[in-house]
């Protein structure tokens, strides 16, 4: 069959000249349809090295001091978030020691220190970020207003994604940038990944719209890559080697990305400013929560987001890190530092470097340009999650990527303030299961202490019993302690939320916003122990081997069939049960104590349910509880979102399928003007799925019953290859 195959896509080789009926006709009518890409400019990328680093190759800044960051703000929140835990796990030893210590006191004392220093660095943070949002709220920074010189690319990656919306996203910014004036400032590029033969049919009728609508004043293009090899960070490494050098800067957006007109320009005004900066980082705010768990997200992001975002920008200052997505990026400094190189050995710990952005940011550090987060930018917007469910998807691919940085972490010549965002990154997921550890190993010590028999007298000869004791009191005092440190970062943000009238008055006033703080913080102390276990899942497979794969994200409304949800929530609610008892048969205080988390275990699969909701969201939304700033007053560029949408959506129910397609001769010299290229084939060298596709494309009589054959794999196949398409469009209709 390979040899029979091979004939076939030479044969559709040496036909590749051969034109479709009716093409004379209609080239007059396709004249002005420009290509899918401008013209290819290569530029090189390459592969950073993470085993050696030369300084001599260490750009030297342009600006006196502009890549030097203020070492006295790490002393402050840094150091304070030392001290904190050096007094918590002294106070902790203090309660453990009070008697004889036992191997499973100390592991306790262990994990303890572990989770404890993990909250006080975001405790110290959030401290300092509190009184930057109320300064900034005061007195907003002033926007520059220079008239922008420089090019900038603005690449929105997509897979498998809604085409109504993304292309409707580009179509709002691209126009809004436009009426600013500063339009021919910026090209815009549709960059696919798309698997989905019906989904890419779909995007290249949302571009054609596009085109249509805005393309006569602004650059708009799409491009579909043939392999979508090393996922998102390929896609965009693949646009900078064939057309970033046409560019000063990258504006990198997601699927679901939407950003004022004005941040867009400020932004890239600020990187003119400063010819030492390589990236800067938004704070994205969450929106179009639909779902309760959407809606939990994207009130935490508004209300606690800024007191966070704003701490961590300051002492981070020239060291800041990328989140993938709503940051701009100086092209020379992407392209020439921060080349992804792979992991030796197999996914999931080898492989493609998946949770790509933390790692560029570092090596653009390294390189020694400034890497920063603009706190003080508003405007900036992306979606969430709809459900548990899909936040768990999602959280198991980033678990995995951030896992793969304890490979990362010691490369040669990152600055520590790097590394610790790669162990930042480590541990939001590796604290689940030192979470989960802490709890199992303190029902151990609770156990020891009601079933083993004490020894009161030691080998020693003594007159006096030791007696096993703990210093309840301390202990007391030291949770209480901890529970402040684990709830300051919220409550900062609730009260700089309350201090501020205007803020306080758009998030629903003081009641609104009281009972929505309250309401959030419930939830998601029930939610907290469903996903320490589903985070715990999730390393535990990483280690031992398993991939996490690439699946599209899915948003709007997040109701699942509630045996699906039994199913994904089956482990959750036994171990529940398995706490319940053992907490039981110890002691009714330790059960009253562990009662928090085993509710949110017990009860998963109806919080499941109930916070994945669109109907209890709506609810929600219309009792104005977890309100934002951005439902009461509504931005201009969502509006104009909502509006422009329909647009699309109209469209897309006449968008052609693959039988129409290659039937109609407009529509397939239209499509081929998008495809992407391809290199041409070695001899030899068979893609089995192309020669497949090419096998029944030349047993087929028409192209209804070639169609019909096809798989959706191969349907793709078809659609990135140009002589299959003209082959398949040359058969009878």
């Known amino acids: 069959m390979d040899k029979l195959s091979s004939l076939k896509l030479d044969e559709f080789d040496r036909q590749s000249d051969i034109k479709v009926d009716g093409s004379k006709a209609i080239h007059s009518s396709l004249s002005d349809v420009k290509p899918g890409m ?9 592969a950073q090295s993470l085993d050696s680093f030369d300084t001599k190759n260490k750009r030297s800044p342009i600006n006196a001091n502009g890549c030097d ?28 020691t009070v008697g004889q210590v036992t191997f499973v006191q100390y592991l306790f004392l262990l994990l303890f220190g572990l989770t404890f220093s993990w909250i006080t660095v975001a405790f110290s943070s959030s401290i300092v970020g509190f009184f930057l949002v109320l300064r900034q709220r005061r007195c907003p920074s002033e926007c520059l207003t220079t008239k922008l010189m420089s090019r900038t690319a603005v690449l929105m990656p997509t897979y498998n994604e809604a085409p109504d919306q993304v292309f409707a996203s580009i179509d709002v910014m691209a126009s809004a940038v436009s009426k600013l004036g500063e339009g021919s400032a910026f090209d815009w590029f549709v960059i696919s990944d798309t698997t989905d033969p019906d989904v890419i049919l779909a995007e290249e009728t949302c571009f054609h719209l596009l085109r249509e609508r805005i393309g006569k004043t602004i650059n708009v293009y799409y491009r579909r890559r043939h392999k979508n090899t090393a996922r998102k960070a390929g896609n965009v490494a693949d646009f900078c080697r064939r057309w970033g050098s046409n560019y000063d800067h990258l504006l990198v957006l997601d699927a679901d990305s939407l950003m004022e007109a004005d941040t867009i320009v400020e932004l890239t005004r600020r990187m003119e400013a400063d010819p030492d900066t390589g990236l800067i980082q938004t704070i994205p705010q969450l929106i179009n929560g639909t779902t309760l768990m959407a809606r939990l997200q994207q009130f935490a992001t508004c209300i606690y987001g800024p007191v966070v975002g704003s701490g961590l920008a300051w002492w981070t200052d020239k060291e800041g890190n990328f989140w993938g997505h709503n940051a701009i990026i100086r092209s020379e400094a992407f392209m020439s530092s921060a080349g992804l190189p792979d992991l030796k050995g197999p996914p999931p710990f080898g492989g493609h470097i ?102 009161y007298f030691a080998n020693e000869f003594s007159f006096f019993p030791s007696w096993p004791t703990m210093d309840a009191a301390r202990a007391l005092s030291l949770f209480i302690f901890t529970m402040i440190i684990l709830f ?9 939320y309350m201090l501020d009238g205007k803020s306080r008055k758009s ?24 996903m320490m276990l589903i985070h715990s899942g999730a390393v535990m497979s990483i280690l031992i081997g398993q991939d996490s794969g690439w699946e599209p994200q899915r948003r709007g409304d997040g109701s699942l069939p509630v045996k699906y949800l039994f199913y994904r929530h089956r482990w959750h609610m036994i171990f529940g049960v398995f706490l319940t008892f053992a907490a039981y048969f110890n002691s009714l205080a330790l059960l009253v104590w562990l009662s928090p988390a085993i509710a949110g275990m017990l009860l998963s699969v109806p919080l499941s349910m109930l916070t994945g909701s669109w109907w209890l969201g709506g609810l929600i939304k219309k009792m104005h509880l977890l309100q934002t700033p951005d439902e009461t007053q509504r931005p201009l560029i969502r509006q104009s979102m909502d509006e422009i949408s329909l647009f699309y959506e109209e469209t897309l129910r006449r968008c052609p399928n693959l039988v129409e397609l ?59 290859t140009p002589n299959l398409f003209k082959a398949l469009s040359n058969l009878p209709k």
């Open 69 to 96: 960051s203020h070492g006295g703000r790490r002393l402050l929140v840094l150091g304070s978030a030392l001290l904190l835990s050096i007094w918590g796990i002294n106070e902790m030893r203090s309660v453990l």
């Open 488 to 496: 300051t970062p919220k409550t900062l943000g609730f009260i700089s």
């Open 354 to 455: 998946l949770s790509h952005d933390f790692v560029e940011a570092a090596l653009i550090r390294r390189a020694g340009w400034s890497v920063i987060i603009a706190s003080d930018l508003e405007g900036s917007y992306e979606e969430s999650p709809p459900t548990m469910t899909d936040l768990a998807i999602r959280d198991r691919r980033w678990c995995q990527g951030n896992l793969q940085h304890g490979r990362i972490i010691t490369a040669k010549g990152l600055h520590w303030v790097s590394r610790i965002h790669l162990l930042t990154g480590i541990m939001s997921y590796l604290s689940s299961p030192l979470w989960l550890m802490l709890i199992m190993v303190g029902l151990g010590l609770s156990l020891q202490a009601e079933f083993i028999r004490p020894e």
């Open 662 to 720: 290659a039937s109609n001769p407009q529509w397939h010299a239209i499509h081929l003007t998008f495809v992407d290229h391809i290199p041409p084939r070695p001899r030899g060298q068979v893609n089995s799925v192309e020669a497949t596709a090419a096998m029944k494309i030349s047993e087929a009589m028409d192209i209804n019953q070639a169609v019909s054959y096809l798989t959706k794999q191969e349907q793709t196949e078809v659609l990135a």
């Open 38 to 46: 401008p013209d290819q400019v290569v530029g090189n990328m390459p």
């Open 507 to 530: 998030a629903g006033g003081f009641i609104v916003l009281t009972f929505s703080f309250i309401l959030e913080v419930i939830i998601s102390a029930l939610i907290a122990p469903i």
